[in-house]
């Protein structure tokens, strides 16, 4: 037996569907479906990449979570950029992103990139100034992305530098 969909952003909670006198559930009461045609493509943008909130304080109310998809076209870099104080996870989907930031452990530091492939995790602690790349020149790279905040934070910056030492 089959049960019929969820309307995306509805949420779940079946015992609404037979209460017509009730209004709908607070947000922090139910469950939330998100169809990935729903996303939402009004989040913090950074050049070179395309990113789609799913889960956030706009979606869904949530209050310690970001959560969605960002899609890197081929054959292009984001701008350098940090995630403020959000640490930030990542799960490459397809393509091989990679993710360069740099390392002070020589002198001078030098350029680290990490070269993933689909079903890989990327940790992005705070603040640390990073890009993602796309290097094939035909697939898109897509990622998802959760976050230890409500919102997407990204802090574009005109380079990459390794952080203060009362920083890192």
Known sequence: M???LTTA???FHPHL?????????PLHTRLHHLR???LDGGTAQSGGM???AAVSGKTVGSEKLWMGQTHVAPATASSDHHHGESETAIYVVSGHPEFV?????SD??????????PGDYVFVPPFVPHREE???PAEEAVVVIARSTQEAIVVNLPGLYVLPADRA
């Open 36 to 38: 990935a045609d729903s």
């Open 101 to 105: 930031f740099l390392d002070d452990a």
């Open 134 to 136: 796309n290097p094939d």
């Open 108 to 117: 001078p530091p030098a350029e680290v990139r990490l070269r993933t492939a």
């Open 9 to 11: 952003g509805e949420g």
């Open 2 to 4: 089959s049960e019929p």
């Open 50 to 52: 395309r990113r789609f």
């Open 17 to 25: 569907h037979n209460a017509p006198d009730r209004s709908a559930a």
